[in-house]
């Protein structure tokens, strides 16, 4: 009898260890909006910012971070596909009254790969991907995997203070009072409390408004950086609200399970706005230079990633879905192309890191159009073709832009020249045409896939 009750005592632990071990994490996203490289506390900036350099002391920092895109709506859906954003339909920002476009709704999101594997998942912020209008029909979060949304269709208005502009699933919620950080962070607490299936790990894709314009701030924390109406200092008084707002969400992760089974990733959607926050990168948000593109990039998971390591790697949100298919041990999708790279091995300290495809940006507005870093180099070209001058996207530019040439190619070399002040072009030949092959290879496979909105 006493054998059997060992035994039975033995298959027991050993099935909830099996169990234990096979435990799903939560995944929590956090994104901010014209978030610059040099603006928090952990990337040498000027505000202080506890809460976010917490995750980065606990976690794995890199060096050298790359948002999806110069702008926004890109930068968005190369974070939740790994694809650049031309393939999924997203040319620039999107407007939905004036155009059609939005993240097709054929694409994989994020969202809807970890809702395969038993997910609870809920988007919660800025959308900016698309949502229906009178005139147009276009997919919801719902419609890419997640189970609940609380989102605007781009910017809080009129501003970050008391915004009118949240939908929830769909019904319009009207004026709020607070601060858009803060109201983000309460529905998100509210949805942990009362709206997931508490039997399922969670993905939680929160989405900020802040630092983009209109911006607004508490007075209180607004004075700790200047005069109530210095910009300078609103805009730093709202990245100081986020990390409060990051703060308390964090706060409420630890109070409903261990650190240890907590994924968070903290980055910015694009670079600064601000001259003055790119930490001296060339150019600035709207651009293919650094300065539009370089933001910060923090992954933090306690008993897996190890602490206070910086990684000089570069990568960036594009490699953000195969990472976490790669850290959870599951599959990514097959059907379509994946250009960003996993990186876990990266952050776990393993070896085998291999990036199978450079780093590439398209923004047709911007001056240069194209980059791409490969390695510590960098290479840029203009357009050989003209547009409007509209700043607004037009869909009637799609034809030109799939078909259009590029010229004056220039290379930079980051490890000694991260200003990109110094075209070392003319002096390398052989490398420029091998990275210019490399760079009109992937744009020729990216402009293949682009959508043709104009004929709609």
């Not at 000694?416 to 490398?431: F, G, H, S």
Request: hydrophobic content about 35%.
């Amino acid at each position: 009898m006493r054998c059997f009750l060992s035994f039975c005592v033995t298959v027991v632990f050993s099935l909830f260890s099996a169990s234990f071990l096979e435990a799903k994490p939560n995944v929590v996203i956090l994104l901010a909006d014209d978030l610059g490289y040099q603006d928090v506390g952990c990337y040498d900036g000027p505000v202080k910012t506890p809460a976010i350099d917490k995750l980065a002391d606990g976690g794995i920092r890199f060096s050298d971070f790359y948002s999806g895109c110069a702008v926004c709506s890109p930068s968005r859906a190369v974070l939740l596909t790994g694809r650049q954003h031309i393939r999924t339909g997203v040319y620039s920002w999107i407007h939905d009254e004036s155009q059609n476009s939005s993240l097709l709704e054929r694409e994989t999101t994020l969202a809807e790969v970890l809702k395969s594997k038993g997910y609870s998942t809920a988007h919660i912020g800025k959308w900016h991907l698309g949502l229906p209008t009178e005139e147009r029909k276009k997919p919801t979060p719902a419609d890419h995997g997640f189970d609940y949304w609380f989102a605007t269709w781009n910017n809080a208005e009129p501003s970050h203070k008391n915004p009118e502009t949240f939908i929830r699933n769909g019904e319009p919620v009207g004026k709020l009072e607070g601060y858009s950080c803060q109201l983000v962070v309460d529905e998100a607490m509210s949805w942990l409390d009362n709206e997931r299936n508490k039997d399922e790990p969670f993905f939680l894709n929160i989405w900020f408004h802040e630092p983009h314009a209109p911006i607004a701030a508490p007075d209180e924390i607004v004075s700790g950086y200047g005069k109530l109406k210095d910009k300078a200092a609103v805009y730093s008084g709202t990245i100081d609200n986020t990390d409060r707002a990051i703060a308390r969400l964090v706060e409420k992760l630890r109070s409903i399970d261990d650190p240890e089974n907590t994924l968070i990733i903290y980055a910015s959607d694009n670079g600064s706005y601000r001259d003055d926050r790119t930490g001296g990168l060339r150019g600035k948000k709207g651009s293919n230079w650094d300065g539009g593109i370089r933001v910060p990039g923090i992954f933090n998971w306690p008993g897996k990633i190890p602490a206070g390591v910086v990684a000089k790697e570069p990568a960036g949100l594009v490699d953000v879905l195969p990472t976490i298919c790669g850290l959870l041990d599951i599959d990514k999708p097959t059907e379509r192309h994946i250009d960003g790279s996993d990186l876990s091995p990266i952050l776990l300290g393993k070896e085998g890191f291999s990036r199978h495809q450079p780093l590439f940006w398209h923004l047709q507005k911007s001056r240069p159009i194209i980059a791409m870093r490969d390695g510590k180099y960098s290479l840029v070209a203009d357009p050989a073709y003209e547009l409007s001058t509209s700043n607004m996207f037009q869909e009637d530019w799609i034809p030109a832009i799939k078909s259009g040439g590029y010229k004056d190619f220039k290379l930079y070399d980051l490890e000694n020249d991260p200003a990109q002040k110094n075209d070392i072009a003319a002096k390398n030949p052989e490398l420029l045409e091998k990275l210019k092959e490399k760079i009109l290879s992937i744009n020729s496979s990216v402009m293949k896939e682009g959508h043709d909105w104009h004929l709609q």
